[in-house]
């Protein structure tokens, strides 16, 4: 198979599918439900099934919707190609008497074998297509090469289904002998992974991360990807597959990477959407590398070593770190754009540190050092943020933003919600993205207490005390700050946020975290949330709006709004929302610094 088999049921539904591709006399029809996003995974990976053997594939949409029209529609449909191609047979029958006559005789012994042992097929891949109708549909799932299609002109019948399922399943891994390959990535977070890509490059691989995601690159996304999958899927897959179609690589000396969560989430299959988006495009030759700690793909040519993870650990920390300081002294600086170009100074710097072992060009021309230690370098950007000439004016209304990884931290995915919010005269505040990526020994933690089952918990153990070593000079450097910049909860206490709201049991997506992320904002003086999310991504429905209504009860002054964000949104209707809760917001911070002896009328005013 291309996807990755992550659900029981799913299992047996493909089981079922390529069950029902072997016998002419069966037919499938699957149900899914409306706005289900697994079921893009599913659904594509069974038509795939029954397309290899030239079978026909029927999928209904379920709602709420009484109307039952169209799944009759389809049902019909099904059943005249089921005729059209039993009169196509009987045709052919009677045109070719003698060749049919040797089939018939062929399947009849197959039938017997199949009975009998249960081994043989009856359909075989490469199967002629039944009808040309038909044949037009399986080129839609099962891509021909076009030398097939001109060789298929010249035949006196319908043209075989040349494409199959090993097409798509073929894996090009990432060799040894590719390492002056350009490894292309996408992007999820401008402020982390312009780090990240030096700290991958420090190791002597040619690595890129693509700096936007534009209009084109969504639409090439849903060209390649079915257009239920979730959003980030769409721009993702759009980003890395328009980036090759554009020419600005070459396609025999590119490889495209990709994080695989490995969990419950459809992110574990961008794998599979990527392979597949490649083969349709016409790109097949070009490696994939999978990059996730299951080690679920085989990369021989990419090996994450011990000085790769610790740049890699001190970028996102590091990323972080500017995140919060630029996110915090922006909304009032004295200079306009001020804030912005330290920032990008320190992204020099840190790119620079990252790449050339602690040595700095940019550092030396600045500070008049060249060398920076890590604590001294996360020492060194809270000092220069914290002298950053700021107006003397209070505290603006400060609005957190919270949700899926990817629209979460993606400006070009969620419309520049941190722009949008700065705005109109507000502070964003963004959760930090180490919190997602150091989850794993907690939720470990909870697995073996609660279900018996989880990793060692020495290795985990082990984990946390690292952890703990990164951050340590982080704290003490935003310890000096005198509560300019705060600080963010231990993981621990984070849990134990979450635990109160909902279970740590609940991992799919961001999971329990998301919860946790809200609980924090709030507890921390910022009780205006955005929870950002892609439209379909049940997980975080469940875990971001699901949990409103108990947060609400338990935190009065919760004032929280959740977006989609998806390729047919409206970027109006977001902004509307945004506004309008930010409106609520400035009513209750005024409301809040009126004494208690205003009157009613004054309030209200």
């Known amino acids: 198979m291309r996807v990755t088999n992550q659900w029981a049921y799913h299992s047996r539904l493909y089981q079922a599918a390529n069950f029902v591709s072997q016998y002419p006399g069966l037919e499938l029809v699957q149900l899914n439900s409306f706005g289900c996003g697994l079921d893009a995974i599913t659904t594509d990976q069974v038509s795939e099934i029954l397309a290899d053997k030239a079978d026909v594939y029927t999928m209904l949409k379920i709602d709420e919707v009484s109307n039952l029209g169209a799944a009759k529609i389809r049902l019909r449909s099904l059943k005249a190609a089921v005729e059209e191609r039993e009169r196509n047979t009987k045709k052919r029958a009677q045109q070719e008497p003698t060749e049919i006559a040797k089939s018939a005789q062929i399947e009849t012994a197959q039938s017997a074998d199949v ?77 982390h992974f312009s780090l990240v890509e030096a700290a991958i490059c420090g190791s002597g691989y040619k690595f890129e991360i693509l700096k936007h995601a534009s209009k084109t690159d969504v639409e090439t996304g849903l060209k390649y990807v079915n257009n239920d999958a979730c959003y980030p899927a769409i721009m993702t897959v759009g980003q890395l597959v328009e980036a090759i179609k554009s020419g600005r690589y070459d396609a025999d000396h590119t490889a495209l990477a990709i994080t695989q969560t490995g969990g419950m989430c459809r992110a574990t299959n961008y794998f599979g959407l990527i392979r597949k988006a490649l083969i349709d495009a016409g790109y097949p030759q070009i490696p994939v590398l999978a990059i996730s700690t299951q080690g679920l793909v085989d990369n021989p040519g990419f090996t994450p070593t011990l000085p790769m993870l610790h740049r890699a650990a001190k970028a996102l920390i590091i990323g972080d770190l500017l995140m919060k300081c630029l996110y915090r002294v922006r909304p009032y600086e004295q200079v306009p754009g001020s804030a912005n170009a330290l920032y990008e100074r320190w992204d020099a710097i840190v790119r620079e540190t990252l790449l050339n072992h602690g040595n700095s060009a940019t550092a030396k021309k600045y500070y008049g050092k060249s060398h920076w230690t890590y604590s001294k370098l996360v020492a060194k950007i809270v000092e220069a943020f914290d002298a950053l000439p700021l107006r003397d004016v209070p505290r603006k209304v400060r609005v957190g933003v919270v949700g899926e990884i990817l629209v979460k931290y993606q400006p070009d995915a969620n419309n520049h919600v941190v722009d949008v919010i700065e705005s109109q005269d507000c502070e964003a505040v963004v959760p930090g993205i180490m919190e997602f990526m150091t989850t794993r020994p907690y939720i470990n933690d909870w697995n073996a207490h609660n279900l018996g089952m989880g990793r060692s918990k020495l290795m985990y153990g082990a984990f946390k005390a690292g952890l703990n070593a990164y951050m340590a000079p982080v704290r003490k450097a935003i310890a000096s700050s005198h509560g300019k910049f705060e600080q963010d909860l231990p993981m621990e206490k984070l849990v134990e946020k979450a635990s109160t709201v909902t279970s740590i049991g609940v991992q799919a997506g961001e999971g329990w975290l998301l919860t946790g992320e809200i609980i924090e904002l709030i507890e921390s003086g910022c009780p205006n949330v955005i929870c950002a999310q892609p439209f379909a ?44 809760m930010i409106a609520a917001a400035k009513k209750a911070a005024r409301s809040s610094e009126m004494p208690e002896s205003a009157s009613s009328e004054e309030i209200a005013a």
């Open 115 to 191: 009975q009998s042992q249960n081994t043989q097929s009856f359909r075989r891949t490469g199967s002629m297509a039944p009808t040309p109708g038909r044949q037009a549909m399986l080129d839609a799932v099962m891509r021909t090469s076009k030398n097939a299609q001109k060789n298929a002109k010249n035949t006196k019948h319908a043209r075989k289904q040349t494409a199959t399922m090993s097409n798509y399943a073929n894996r090009v891994p990432f060799g040894k002998n590719m390492r002056d390959y350009t490894i292309v990535a996408p992007q999820m977070s401008p402020i």
């Open 537 to 580: 991504c049940l997980p975080n429905h469940v875990t971001g709006r699901g949990m409103f209504g108990k947060i609400r009860r338990l935190y009065p002054q919760a004032n929280i709004v959740s977006i989609d964000y998806d390729p047919g949104a409206s970027e109006a209707n977001q902004l509307n929302r945004i506004k309008l």
